[in-house]
Structures are given as structure tokens and as C-alpha cells.
């Protein structure tokens, strides 16, 4: 009596009241020496099962709750075979009975799982639950596939699920009967080490029914409340009703599976909320499934905003992996590349292998091929959701656009760079304030043989405008794109090529200059002349403060400019260096990479031709200024208030040359 005395059965108690008799049978003991007949029939588990249950019951699995998963997992397979039976016209047991797996706690210390599925005859028994790693599921698919039929359903396939039961049982006892017409009930009995009995038990209804004596460690499996957290957890998508003491505790059939045109904006954001935990409806929802290289049904969303993280709401980001309905993870770790941390969702793949661990799993080429499978589909269906509508995308590349340049930053692949690339936007000479172009936007509209992207980087778009660097390129009635934020000369830089054109930076731009008629006023100087000067004007800064100083061929409004080659790169170096290297890294990168054109129509370049012969110190303080200036347009200005002592000198020499002296005044 003791198994079974505290169970609210149902079908226990149907089956009081039809066979009292056996009843008294079934609830004793199995193994008790006082039954009655027939004896029970001692086996002896199949080689090296013994060892095997071990590594089952100790280390197969990372957590004890998903015996659950397994159990459930298995009742819905022979679920799903009834059906398939039914299906193909062959005679069943009972075949008005509904399809449903029943599970009946808060018992004092045992746990009842039972189905009205297929059950097993005496051989079946044996087969199935005798054999470690051997599957009747696995068999079934087979020999229903070669029949032609559909067995994508079914679940089981390495034969070692039941025996998670004895992870958390110290005894399982299965009363099954076959479906088939005519079939004697069994009830198979094991503590999991010293094999298992088998004896024949009239009464018993179609279908399986497990009863799990639980272990002193496990008695929190008794609590409702428990049983049905794990069971929404891991098996609220099993295609068949789930009932807890006859509630049912499964609600949705899983909307991935189903067509997307026939799923309502309500269920995705029921779905959308009940995995993130938010309350607002998703920005975007994609759904899609592929067979190769990997067969998955998908379904992502894309939040309406990215809240502020911290430890309580990131773990409600990621995707839960499925197979076959059935939940394998929960926010499944390198599932998802890290730009697309965003995203909530669900996979479900056939091809996991539920039984792995969760450190195997993540391990596993499955998981890989996911990954690039659901990063390739994210960024194609951005790209149509920016053609569709630009003004929804816009909204979200203002909340998500920085995930975007973590993308390009961090994949390896030059291709995936690009393809990500599509993705950017940025404002352009030729546009509005506010109004952001794609690349492939510039690209089009680019002229024939442009083999360069500009892209200038400045702190505002007035900023921009006003760069001598910008000037340039815009003589030549180039396009340039406006970087106003760090981030994006990063992303920029490393990408370094977009559909063969060279991103290139205004300051490192090589463009020739326009020819245009000299302007009264504007004569260049003469081009010796220019050269002397150059010359001079690399002494006067010190040789060991810039690399070159040249005549300018570009035509700008400033007296001087730098170019500098990863422009980019310089600025971030400088940044990145420790306190104490500053200086010396700034030298460095001066005299390395700092190239300083002269503009030869400019009057200031121009006069100071003749005041290097008349007043070297004053020329050469207005030289060093020049340079100042030029760094300060690149924004690479080490430490401006250095400056501040030069420029009153040269204050100072300006205001006694232009105050009348006394002698003027007598003149
Ligand atoms: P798998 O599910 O991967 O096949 P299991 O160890 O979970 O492996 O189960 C072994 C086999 O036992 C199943 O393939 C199935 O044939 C049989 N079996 C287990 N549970 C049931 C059940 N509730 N009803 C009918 N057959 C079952
Ligand atoms: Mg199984």
C-alpha cells in the first residue's frame, strides 16, 4: 500500500472500483516477497547498462528538473505514435479516448507521470527500458518513415531520457498496456541498480504511467508549485494538453511552427512579452525556418528600446533554444553573436541533441551553424525593413545602430563587415541636417570611377562645413559623409573597404586640386621661392616635429593644413596613452605621420617669404602658430594653452608694429 495510498488517483481509483482485486496487487510493493502471482520475472539490465545509468543519473545532465522534460518528452511521443496509428486506420484500444499526459502530485514522496498513448507490450518493455541507448522511438521514425508518413514529432532518438527518472528516484515503477487490440498490462519495476522485474497486472487502462519514489533530496518535486514551474519552463510547447491534478498547465501551441501569415501581432507580442518580461509590443518581429545548414523555425524580436542594463533584465535577453517544441535552454548562450545581444526569441532545431549538457551544447557545431544562420537572416531582414520603411528603420538605428558598429568592429569576416555595412547610416555634405544616407546610397550616386568614400569626422555639422579639409573635396563637388561620434570613425576605419571603394578620411583624401584661373590677389608664390620657404619652415618648427612640410596643390582658404594617413588610428593612440607617455607619444606620431601643406596664394604663407629674411623671431613664432592652427583643424592638438604664450608674443609684435610710434606721428 504504500506507494501508491496517498495519490489522488484517477485512474487508480477507476480501476478500484472496477478490479478491486488487483488493484491491492498493484499498489504493493512489486518487489515485496509476500506476492501474489504470478512471480515476478527478474532481468538483469543489458551489458554495461549499469554503468551507464550511473553516468545518467550523475552526470548526463547539468540540472535534476529535466527528468520532467523527459518524461513529459516521452509520454507526448507515445502520444504522437497512438495518433499515427490511428491515423493509418490500424485497430487501437480505446479509441475515443483523448490524448493527454496527466501528471498527479503532492503525494507524500512520490511522483506520478501517465499517458494514454501507445504504451508497450512485455517485449517492448524489455527492449526499451532494459537498453540503455536503445530508442523504440528512434525505431518508430524509421520504420513509419519508410512507410512514407510523417514522424517529424516525434521526440526521442538516443534512448537514454528515461533514465534521468533514477536522477531524482530511488524507485520507478511503469504500469503500461500496449494499444494494440487485446494487450495484458505490465509493470516494470527498478531501483536502478540491480536490473529490474517485470510481472503481468490485469486492469490497467491503455496507455503508461510512471511512478518515481522520490529521494530524500528530492522530496521538493512533490510541490505542485514545482512541477508546474518546470513543466512551463521546458514543455510548454509539447503538442498534447499537459494537466497538473487535472488543471491544465500548458497553454500555447508554439507560433513558430505555425505559417506566419496566420499568426496574429497579438500572439507575437504575448510570446515577445512573456520571454523578455517587458510590456511593451515588439519593434520588429521576424519569423523564418531553413533546412539548411541546419533545420530551424525561428522567431526574434527586436524591442521597441534597449532599456538601461543591469544583472535583473539582462538575463531576459537571448534565445531559447527548442527541439522539437521542447526547451533544451533558456537564453542559450553563443546562440547569438554579441551585437545581436538585443534580440529576444525562440529557436527550434531538430538537430539538437537534447541530451548534452549545457557546457557541451554550447560547444557543439549545431550552436555554430545557428549563430550564423540567424546573424545572415537578422541582416538581410533589417535591410528590407530599411527599404520598406526608412522612417521606422531610422528609429531603430537611433537605438540599436550602435549594436551595429560592435558588429563590424568585432567580426573577423571583411564579408560580414560589409554586409553589416549596409546597415549604417550617416548624414552627407549633400544632404539636409538630419536627413542619413546609406553607403550604398553614396556609392550610386557617386560619379563614374569615384573609387572613394569620404568620410570627414568633426564634432557638429557646422564643424564639418567649415573644415579646410572639407573644402577641398567639396571644389571637386565630392560627397562627404559626417562621422559625429568616435564610434563611427572606428567602425569607418576598420572596415576599411566597402564594395571595393576605400573609405577614406577628408584628411588623408589625395585629391587633386581643381583648376581654376588665378584670382587677381592670389598669385602663388613662385614655386623656388616655395620651396625655400617649406624648407625654412621645417627648421623653424624643428626637424624632429613633423615629417614634411610641402607646397600645397590643393586650393583651400586656410595658410596651412596637416594630412595625416589613419587619421583615425592617430587619434585613438593618442587617447590610449598612459598619462606619463603622452608627450612622447605625441612627438612620436608628429614627426612620423604629420605632414604640413603650405597654401602658396595664402598672403600670410606669402609674407612670410620676405619677414623670414626681416624678422626671423617673429617668422618663426608665426610659423610655429601656422602649425598649432593646422593641428587644431585636425582636432590633434596635444595641449592648447601651451599656445597662449606664443600668440601674445606674436600680439605683441603685431600691435607694435601697427601703434603709431613717436616718429610717425612727426612725420
Ligand atoms: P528516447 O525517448 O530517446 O527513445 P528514452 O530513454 O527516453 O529514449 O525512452 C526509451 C524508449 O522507451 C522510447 O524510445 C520508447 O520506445 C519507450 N518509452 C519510454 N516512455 C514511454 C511511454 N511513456 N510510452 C511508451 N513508450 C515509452
Ligand atoms: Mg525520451
Known amino acids: 500500500m504504500r506507494l501508491y495510498r496517498k495519490l489522488p488517483l484517477r485512474l487508480v481509483s477507476q480501476t478500484l472500483t472496477s478490479t478491486p482485486s488487483r488493484l491491492y496487487h498493484l499498489t504493493t510493493p512489486l518487489l515485496s516477497s509476500s506476492d501474489p502471482q504470478p512471480n515476478p520475472q527478474k532481468h538483469s539490465f543489458q551489458a554495461e547498462t549499469r554503468q551507464l545509468l550511473d553516468i545518467v543519473a550523475r552526470s548526463l545532465y547539468s540540472e535534476r528538473e529535466v527528468f520532467l522534460r523527459e518524461l513529459v518528452s516521452n509520454a507526448a511521443d507515445a502520444l504522437e505514435k497512438l495518433r499515427y496509428t490511428q491515423l493509418k486506420g490500424e485497430e487501437i484500444d480505446d479509441p475515443s479516448a483523448t490524448l493527454h499526459v496527466e501528471f498527479l502530485s503532492e503525494s507524500l514522496n512520490s511522483l506520478t507521470i501517465e499517458d494514454n498513448g501507445i504504451g508497450m507490450t512485455k517485449e517492448e518493455l524489455i527492449a526499451n527500458l532494459g537498453t540503455i541507448a536503445r530508442s523504440g522511438s528512434k525505431e518508430f521514425v524509421k520504420t513509419a518513415g519508410a512507410d512514407g508518413g510523417d514522424t517529424s514529432n516525434i521526440i526521442g532518438q538516443f534512448g537514454v531520457g528515461f533514465y ?41 487502462p491503455r496507455g503508461t504511467r510512471i511512478v518515481i519514489q522520490l529521494k530524500e533530496d528530492a522530496l521538493e518535486f512533490v510541490k505542485k508549485d514545482r512541477v508546474r514551474e518546470v513543466l512551463r519552463k521546458h514543455s510548454n510547447f509539447v503538442g498534447y494538453p499537459i494537466y497538473l491534478d ?47 545548414p541546419v533545420s530551424i523555425k525561428c522567431v526574434l524580436y527586436v524591442p521597441q528600446f534597449m532599456p538601461q542594463l543591469d544583472i535583473a533584465n539582462l538575463k531576459n535577453f537571448g534565445i531559447s533554444l527548442y ?25 527550434d532545431s531538430e538537430d539538437i541533441p537534447l541530451n548534452l549538457s549545457r557546457e557541451l551544447l554550447q560547444e557543439s557545431v549545431v550552436i555554430t551553424k545557428i549563430k550564423s544562420v540567424i546573424t545572415g537572416k537578422m541582416i538581410s531582414y533589417l535591410n528590407r525593413q530599411a527599404k520598406r520603411d526608412p522612417g521606422k528603420y531610422e528609429e531603430f538605428y537611433k537605438e540599436f545602430g550602435r549594436f551595429l558598429r560592435i558588429g563590424i568592429v568585432t567580426t573577423e569576416s571583411q564579408t560580414e563587415k560589409e554586409d553589416l555595412a549596409k546597415l549604417l547610416r550617416f548624414e552627407s ?32 555639422r557646422d564643424m564639418a562645413m567649415e573644415s579646410p579639409y572639407f573644402e577641398t573635396l567639396q571644389q571637386n563637388d565630392l560627397e562627404v559623409l559626417f562621422t559625429y561620434n568616435k564610434e563611427d570613425d572606428v567602425v569607418l576605419f576598420k572596415l576599411e573597404n566597402y564594395k571595393d571603394r576605400k573609405l577614406c578620411t577628408a584628411e588623408a583624401a589625395n585629391v587633386k586640386p581643381v583648376d581654376k ?18 624648407t625654412w619652415f621645417r627648421d623653424a618648427l624643428g626637424r624632429e616635429n ?74 618663426g ?10 593641428l587644431m583643424n585636425a582636432d590633434l592638438v596635444h595641449d592648447p594653452r601651451r599656445m597662449v604664450g606664443r600668440i601674445n608674443k606674436i600680439l605683441q609684435a603685431v600691435t607694435e608694429s601697427e601703434v603709431p610710434t613717436d616718429a610717425d606721428v612727426k612725420e
Open 164 to 204: 534521468s527518472a533514477f536522477m531524482v528516484g530511488s524507485h520507478v515503477t511503469v504500469l503500461t498496456r500496449s494499444a494494440k487490440p487485446g494487450s495484458v498490462g505490465y509493470v516494470w519495476n527498478s531501483n536502478g541498480e540491480d536490473g529490474y522485474d517485470i510481472q503481468e497486472a490485469a486492469g490497467l
Open 517 to 534: 584661373p588665378e584670382e587677381p590677389g592670389h598669385e602663388k608664390l613662385e614655386k623656388q621661392e616655395g620651396n625655400r620657404l617649406a
Open 246 to 292: 487535472g488543471v491544465q498547465v500548458n497553454t500555447i501551441e508554439p507560433l513558430w511552427t505555425r505559417k506566419s501569415s496566420d499568426i496574429p501581432d497579438q500572439e507575437h507580442a504575448e510570446l515577445y512579452q512573456s520571454l523578455s518580461g517587458r510590456k511593451d509590443n515588439p519593434m520588429y518581429t521576424m519569423q523564418f525556418a531553413v533546412e539548411t
Open 429 to 460: 555634405s549633400k544632404e539636409e541636417k538630419g536627413t542619413i544616407i546609406s553607403l550604398d546610397q553614396y556609392i550610386e550616386r557617386a560619379p563614374e570611377g569615384q573609387k572613394q568614400v569620404y568620410y570627414l569626422s568633426a564634432p557638429s
Open 323 to 347: 527541439c522539437k517544441k521542447v526547451m533544451v535552454q533558456a537564453q542559450t548562450p553563443k546562440l547569438l553573436p554579441e551585437w545581436l545581444m538585443f534580440l529576444h526569441g525562440v529557436v
Open 621 to 630: 613664432l608665426v610659423a610655429s602658430q601656422l602649425f598649432d592652427n593646422a
Open 546 to 619: 613633423v615629417k614634411e612640410v610641402k607646397m600645397s596643390d590643393r586650393q583651400h582658404s586656410q595658410p596651412a593644413v596637416v594630412t595625416v594617413e589613419n587619421l583615425t588610428t592617430l587619434r585613438r593612440y593618442l587617447e590610449m596613452a598612459p598619462p606619463d607617455q603622452k608627450e612622447a607619444s605625441y612627438k612620436y606620431l608628429l614627426h612620423n605621420s604629420v605632414v604640413l601643406e603650405l597654401n602658396p596664394t595664402h598672403p600670410i604663407i606669402k609674407q612670410l617669404a620676405p619677414l623670414r629674411e626681416s624678422n626671423p623671431e617673429v617668422a
